[in-house]
């Protein structure tokens, strides 16, 4: 409790913090009373739901826009379960303005998010940032994961860049079983830690890739073969298309590229009336109206050139052995250009990549801080501005490259091998 204080106030805070949004925002700010729930987080709950019926093979073809792995989902599904004991109300299929079932799925959440604050102060100790400054860290991690699951409803991306730092941390100390096993389950609950992979392998001897193949390969291939098998065709577009809403979300100018899944439309609804007669007859009626479908576009093809690029990346590491602070800033780098080749951009998109640099540059001097965190601050805000695909590609990217640049850490002279003997347990000890 002692070693962890910060990391556990900050993520309490994260929870406190969180609920209180999603209970007054709505009131507060629309003047509505309902509560304001992230929708993303309840197709996922869905998804939890088919998991707890037995139908895990369904997930993909379910209607809920899974694009991810379903690491996350088997993780909620003990929620659903107790959702029918419980008598609890979720706001899925159908929207309710206060689901009940939020007592329980809103905590989890923001608990998740908080996960990752344990594994970067982790980092920060193994990276010898002084404690004053690790605290400060603390304290800006949490504000940059609050909005990825108290606004979006995304603790997968916080849980699968701790577990990502936890491999990197068994690398460094020579466990490859251990990093395979970290390693497994990030790729499980996020695919984007793919980009990563290059860069740690870099660092792990040629004999040991077989088996750490196998071991990071066994967890998604366990949970997708249910759905590959029950329902290939949905399973493979969501996965490797990546479908995305270019006008719903953020288009940049990559969308000239990328593959035109379905146009936008006009669609025709029907919707049934239903009349009591004075005889107790019951009549139906039905009436026709038009809905508007978004365009939808593939997402996945882009990405390819982020993962080109990160193998390339590993591969002058395993030229230039670097030192520990170095590779934290290689690996926020790596996972920064998924947003650079992006089609269409989501906000907590930046999150992973400025979560690691913000990490390296607490190794630099006060002003390069400051730089890098008023950078990763710009980066963030700006990702919400709706505006011109240009414009906003040009903004969110040109402060987060900036934010690279005044990332960068000092060079020290601390080696692979330095880092090795140094206490193995610091990153660890969440976990112990």
């Known amino acids: 409790m002692r070693r962890q204080f910060w990391p556990l106030i900050a993520t309490l805070t994260i929870l406190v913090t969180g609920m209180a949004y999603s209970f007054l925002w709505g009131r507060i700010w629309y003047h509505v009373n309902g509560w304001a729930t992230p929708a993303d987080l309840w197709s996922t709950f ?40 419980l008598h609890l109300t979720s706001s899925v299929p159908i929207y309710l303005p ?90 499980a609950f996020q695919p984007l830690v793919l980009l990563l992979i290059p860069l740690l392998f870099a660092l792990i001897p040629l004999r040991r890739w077989p088996l750490l193949i196998g071991e990071i390969t066994l967890p998604s291939a366990v949970l997708l073969l249910g759905p590959l098998v029950h329902e290939w065709g949905p399973t493979t577009r969501a996965l490797l298309k990546q479908p995305n809403y270019p006008q719903l979300n953020h288009p940049t100018p990559w969308l000239a590229l990328a593959p035109k899944m379905a146009p936008s439309h006009y669609a025709k609804s029907f919707k049934v009336h239903v009349r009591t007669l004075p005889n107790g007859t019951k009549v139906y009626t039905e009436t026709a109206k038009k809905i508007f479908s978004y365009q939808i576009v593939a997402a996945g093809p882009e990405r390819d050139i982020s993962l080109v690029l990160a193998v390339f990346i590993g591969f002058y590491l395993s030229r230039h052995r670097p030192s520990w602070q170095r590779l934290v800033w290689w690996m926020g780098v790596a996972l920064s250009l998924r947003c650079v080749f992006e089609s269409v951009l989501d906000p907590f998109y930046f999150f992973p990549g400025l979560a690691l640099l913000l990490v390296a540059s607490f190794t630099a001097s006060w002003r390069k801080i400051t730089l890098a965190f008023v950078f990763a601050t710009a980066c963030t805000f700006l990702s919400y501005w709706h505006t011109g695909q240009w414009t906003y590609y040009l903004l969110v990217i040109g402060t987060l490259v900036l934010a690279c640049a005044f990332s960068f850490p000092r060079s020290t002279s601390m080696t692979a091998d330095q880092a090795h003997d140094t206490d193995a347990a610091a990153i660890l000890e969440p976990l112990t």
């Open 98 to 187: 206060k689901p009940t079932e939020w007592f329980l799925l809103g905590p989890v959440n923001l608990l998740l998010g908080g996960f990752v604050l344990f594994a970067l102060n982790g980092l920060a100790k193994r990276l010898e940032i002084p404690s004053r400054r690790r605290v400060l860290l603390v304290w800006v991690e949490a504000a940059l994961v609050w909005p990825v699951v108290a606004v979006w409803g995304h603790p997968e991306d916080p849980v699968a860049v701790a577990l990502a730092i936890y491999a990197l941390a068994a690398v460094y100390d020579h466990k490859w079983v251990h990093a395979g096993f970290f390693l497994g389950l990030a790729v």
């Open 46 to 85: 869905r998804d939890a739901h088919w998991i707890g019926w037995g139908s895990e093979g369904a997930i993909y073809g379910a209607g809920t826009s899974l694009v991810t792995f379903p690491g996350i989902v088997v993780l909620l599904t003990p929620l659903a379960l107790l959702q029918g004991p």
